[in-house]
C-alpha cells in the first residue's frame, strides 16, 4: 500500500505542480487522488504524463472549484466502479480473493450540504462487501479538539459524520506528524486549523493492510497538506565529483550578487589592460564562490532545512503561537523554489524553454542527462592503455 492523496487547490499553480512532482519522486505511490484539480482534461492528461502514470480516471470539473482525479501504474490491477462530484470509488485485483476497495472522498465544502456527501458514503457502504479504504478531504471533524481558532463547531454536524463512518462499519486510521491538514492562513488575523483530510477504513482492511500508516506531510504550496498512506519506502540518486566555476543564474536574484563583482572589479591592479581582465576575472570566480558558500548558500540544503522549520512553525502556530513565522518561511520556501527553477533551468542548457516556464522537474531530469552524457570515466593513451581517475 503505497498511495497520495491531497486537495491541492488548484493544478493551474506551477509551484503546486512543483510539489506535487516533488512528492512523487519521493514517496512513490501507486495511486493518487486529487481533489479540487480545476484543469481541464487536456491539462491533467499532460500532468499524468509528467509524472509517469500509465492510467488516470478523471471526473470533470463543474466550476472553477472542483473535479476530481485519480492516477495509477499497470502494475496495479485497479477497475473504477463508480463515481460522482463526491468519490472515485475502484476495485484492486477484483474477482480474486486477495480483492479490496480503494474510494477517495470529497466531502461538500458546504455545511448545508455535508449530508448529501453522508448520503454517497452510506450508499457506498451499503453496496458490496470488501475490505475498504477510503481517504480524502470530508471537510469535516469528529470531535472538537480536531480543530483550533475559529467559531466552535456544531456537535450536530460532528454528529452526523460519525454516525455515517459507524454505519459504514469505517474507523479513523489515526495519523502521523502534525494534528491538523488545513489552515485559513490568516497569519495576522483570527488563524485557523482543522483536521478535515484523513483517511478511514474497515476492520478487514485494517487486518489486510497491519503496518500501514497515515502521514501528515509538510506542505506551502496548497493550505491543505498532503496525505500518505503507506507501508514502507527506499530511494538513490546519480551525483558527480567535481565541477568547474559556473556563474549561477540564479545568483542575479540577490542585490548581494552585485555587489561581491563591483568589490573585486573596482580594485586598482597593475599589468597590461588584458592582464588586468584576467586576473580580475579569476578573483572574481573565487569571491564569488565564497560568497555562495558562506552568504547565498546551498539552495537545496536551504529548502530543505527551511521545510523542516516549516513544518516545527506550524506546530507552534497550530498551539496558538508565532503566526508570523509560519508566513515568513512560506515565504522564504517560496523565493527559494524559484532560485531552485532558475538553477536546473540554467544547468539544463535548453534554450527553448525559458526559465518562466517553471519545469523543475523537466530541467532536473535534462540536467542529469547531460551530466551522464558529459561524464568521461576514462581515455586511451597514446601507447593504447585504458587510464582511468584523476592522475
Not at 466550476?63 to 466502479?81: E, K, P, T, V, Y
Not at 480473493?97 to 461538500?108: E, L, Q, S
Not at 482543522?194 to 482492511?205: E, I
Not at 498551539?319 to 517560496?334: C, Q, T
Request: proline letters at 3%; glycine letters at 6%; one cysteine or more.
Amino acid at each position: 500500500m503505497n498511495c497520495l492523496s491531497w486537495n491541492c487547490r488548484g493544478l493551474g499553480n506551477h509551484r503546486r505542480v512543483r510539489e506535487l512532482s516533488d512528492l512523487v519522486k519521493a514517496k512513490g505511490p501507486r495511486v493518487i487522488f486529487l481533489m479540487e484539480t480545476r484543469k481541464k482534461n487536456s491539462y491533467l492528461e499532460r500532468l499524468r504524463c509528467r509524472l509517469k502514470f500509465d492510467n488516470m480516471f478523471i471526473v470533470p470539473r463543474r466550476n472553477l472549484g472542483s473535479g476530481l482525479a485519480l492516477l495509477w501504474n499497470n502494475d496495479l490491477n485497479l477497475h473504477i466502479r463508480t463515481f460522482s462530484p463526491r468519490h472515485i470509488d475502484a476495485v484492486v485485483n477484483p474477482r480474486i480473493d486477495d480483492a479490496w476497495r480503494f474510494t477517495g472522498f470529497y466531502g461538500a465544502p458546504e455545511a448545508a450540504n455535508r449530508e448529501d456527501s453522508w448520503s454517497v458514503l452510506r450508499h457506498l457502504g451499503s453496496q458490496f462487501v470488501l475490505p475498504w479504504v477510503c481517504i480524502g478531504d470530508f471537510n469535516e471533524i469528529t470531535r472538537v479538539d480536531e480543530k483550533s481558532g475559529g467559531a466552535i463547531r456544531p456537535e450536530k454536524q460532528m454528529q452526523d459524520f460519525r454516525d455515517c463512518l459507524d454505519v459504514c462499519g469505517l474507523k479513523d486510521l489515526g495519523f502521523s506528524g502534525l494534528p491538523f491538514t488545513w489552515c485559513n492562513r490568516r497569519y495576522n488575523e483570527a488563524l485557523v486549523w482543522v483536521r478535515l483530510d484523513r483517511a478511514v477504513a474497515t476492520v478487514d482492511w485494517i487486518l489486510k493492510f497491519p503496518t500501514a500508516r497515515l502521514h501528515h506531510l509538510p506542505g506551502s504550496s496548497s493550505d491543505h497538506k498532503p496525505l500518505w498512506l503507506v507501508s514502507d519506502d527506499l530511494q538513490t540518486r546519480f551525483s558527480r565529483a567535481k565541477k568547474p566555476f559556473r556563474f549561477e543564474a540564479m545568483w542575479l536574484n540577490d542585490e548581494r550578487c552585485e555587489g561581491v563583482v563591483h568589490s573585486v572589479w573596482d580594485r586598482n591592479t597593475g599589468g597590461d589592460p588584458v592582464s588586468k581582465v584576467m586576473s580580475k576575472v579569476e578573483e572574481c570566480q573565487i569571491q564569488l564562490k565564497l560568497w555562495d558558500k558562506n552568504v547565498f548558500g546551498n539552495v537545496l540544503k536551504a529548502l530543505a532545512r527551511n521545510r523542516k522549520l516549516l513544518v516545527i512553525a506550524e506546530g507552534d502556530s497550530m498551539a496558538g503561537k508565532n503566526h508570523a513565522l509560519v508566513k515568513l518561511l512560506s515565504e522564504e520556501i517560496s523565493r527559494l523554489m524559484e532560485c531552485e527553477e532558475r538553477m536546473w533551468s540554467q544547468r539544463s542548457k535548453t534554450e527553448w524553454l525559458r526559465y518562466g516556464d517553471q519545469n523543475t522537474k523537466y530541467f532536473h531530469c535534462r540536467a542529469t542527462e547531460r551530466n551522464k552524457k558529459n561524464f568521461i570515466s576514462g581515455l586511451e593513451n597514446a601507447h593504447g592503455e585504458w587510464i582511468e581517475g584523476e592522475e
